[in-house]
C-alpha cells in the first residue's frame, strides 16, 4: 500500500481544513486507515480511523465532533475534515494503513503540515 497526504496549510482558529490521502494498491478493503498527527516537540498521536470494508470510523477525544474522516472507495481516497480548528491542532499530519485485526500500522505516507494561528 502507498499512500500520499494532501492538504495541509495555514489557517485562522476557528477556520476548516480538509485533508486527502491518496492509497493505491490491493485488497485495500482488508485494512484500516488511520490519520495521525505530531505536534513540535511531542509524541505522535492519534487522530481517527475508518476501516475501508465498513467504513466503521473511531476518533480521539480531543478531535471528536470537530473533525470527520471519510472514504471514498472509487477515487481510493481517505479524507479528514477538520473544522472549528484550535492553534492545539498545529501538527503535522500523517495518515497510514493497518491490516484489519492488527495493531500494527505498516504504511505511512509523508506527514502535511497543518498551522493553526491564534
Known amino acids: 500500500v502507498q499512500l500520499q497526504a494532501s492538504g495541509g496549510g495555514l489557517v485562522q482558529a476557528g477556520g476548516s481544513l480538509r485533508l486527502s490521502c491518496a492509497a493505491s494498491g490491493r485488497r485495500l478493503d482488508s485494512y484500516v486507515m488511520g490519520w495521525f498527527r505530531q505536534a513540535p516537540g511531542k509524541e505522535r498521536e492519534f487522530v481517527a480511523t475508518?476501516?475501508?470494508?465498513?467504513?466503521?470510523?473511531n476518533y480521539a477525544g480531543s478531535v471528536k465532533g470537530r473533525f470527520t474522516i471519510a472514504r471514498d472507495n472509487v477515487k481510493k481516497e481517505v479524507s479528514l475534515q477538520m473544522n472549528s480548528l484550535k492553534p492545539e491542532d498545529t501538527a503535522v499530519y500523517y495518515c497510514?494503513?493497518?491490516?484489519?485485526?492488527?495493531?500494527?500500522?505498516?504504511?505511512w505516507g509523508q506527514g502535511t503540515l497543518v498551522t493553526v494561528s491564534s
Open positions: 475508518i476501516s475501508w470494508r465498513a467504513g466503521s470510523t
Open positions: 497510514a494503513s493497518r491490516i484489519a485485526g492488527s495493531t500494527e500500522y505498516d504504511y
